[in-house]
C-alpha cells in the first residue's frame, strides 16, 4: 500500500477531484494527477498506470455530460474513434521498444507552438462555425484520431490541448464543441492504454477506483461549469494549461 496516513488518502483525492475538474474544462489534468501520485509514494510506472484507471472515470463522465447536452459531434467523432483505439493500440506496443527521449523537443515545440498561436489569435474557439462533416474533413479526422491515439498510448503529456487546438483549427468549432469531441478521444485512449497497462500488473486497483470516484465527480463539477460559462470562459484556462504542460516538458527534458 504506497499510501500510509489518512492525510495521504485526503491529499491524492483531493488531487484527482482538482485534476478530473481542471481536465474536463480545458486538459491537463494529468499535470496534477500524476505528480500526486508519484508524491504519495507510487512507483513512476504503477503511478502512471493508476493515474489512467481514475482518468478513465473523469473522461468518460465528461464524455457522457457533453454528449447529452449534443456538444459532440457524432457525424465526425464516430469515424475517429476506431482510429484513436488503434493508434493507442500502436504506441501502447510502440512504447515497449522504443525510448521516449527523442519525443521531448518535437512536443516541446508543439505546444509551445499551440499556446502561442491560440494567445494572439484572440477570436480563436469562441465561435462555433462547425458544419456536418465531409469526406476531406472525415479523413484528416481519422488520422488525427490515428496519430494522437498513438502519442497518447506512447508518450501522452499534451494529448487534450493538442486535440483541442486541431479541432478548433481545422474543425472551426468553438472551445466548448471541442473539448465535448476530445473528451470522448481521450476516454478512447484512456480506456485502451488502462486495458494494456492492466495486463502488465502496474495498476493498484482500491486506490485507482477511490480516486476515480472523486475523479467521477470533479469531472462533472467542471463539465457544467464549462457548459454554463462558454467558450469565452474554457479559452483562458487552455491557454494556462497550454504554457503548464510546456513548462512541465520543458522541465523533464533530458539533459
Not at 475517429?80 to 493500440?89: D, E, K
Not at 463539477?221 to 454554463?228: D, I, P, S
Amino acid at each position: 500500500m504506497p499510501i500510509s496516513s489518512p492525510m495521504g488518502f485526503i491529499f491524492l483525492l483531493g488531487a484527482a477531484f482538482l485534476g478530473a475538474f481542471v481536465d474536463a474544462i480545458a486538459g491537463g489534468g494529468g499535470l496534477i494527477t500524476v505528480p500526486a501520485y508519484l508524491i504519495s509514494g507510487f512507483s513512476p510506472h504503477a503511478a502512471l498506470a493508476t493515474n489512467k484507471l481514475s482518468a478513465s472515470f473523469g473522461s468518460l463522465a465528461s464524455s457522457i455530460e457533453f454528449f447529452r447536452e449534443g456538444k459532440v459531434s457524432w457525424p465526425l467523432v464516430k469515424y475517429i474513434i476506431p482510429c484513436t483505439f488503434l493508434g493507442a493500440v500502436l504506441g501502447v506496443r510502440s512504447v515497449l521498444i522504443l525510448p521516449q527521449a527523442f519525443l521531448y523537443p518535437i512536443v516541446v515545440v508543439l505546444i509551445l507552438t499551440v499556446g502561442v498561436y491560440s494567445f494572439f489569435k484572440k477570436d480563436l474557439g469562441l465561435t462555433q462555425h462547425f458544419v456536418l462533416p465531409y469526406r476531406r474533413q472525415i479523413a484528416g479526422g481519422m488520422i488525427l484520431g490515428l496519430v494522437m491515439g498513438f502519442y497518447d498510448g506512447f508518450f501522452g503529456p499534451g494529448t487534450g490541448s493538442f486535440l483541442l487546438f486541431a479541432f478548433i483549427r481545422f474543425f472551426k468549432m468553438d472551445f466548448l464543441h471541442a473539448g465535448a469531441n476530445t473528451k470522448i478521444l481521450n476516454f478512447t485512449s484512456n480506456i485502451t492504454s488502462l486495458g494494456a497497462f492492466a495486463l502488465a500488473g502496474q495498476i493498484h486497483w482500491p486506490i485507482g477506483l477511490l480516486a476515480g470516484a472523486f475523479a467521477l465527480w470533479g469531472s462533472r463539477v467542471g463539465t457544467r461549469v464549462a457548459l454554463r460559462r462558454g467558450p469565452a470562459f474554457v479559452r483562458p484556462i487552455f491557454l494556462v494549461m497550454s504554457l503548464a504542460v510546456f513548462l512541465k516538458l520543458l522541465w523533464d527534458l533530458p539533459r
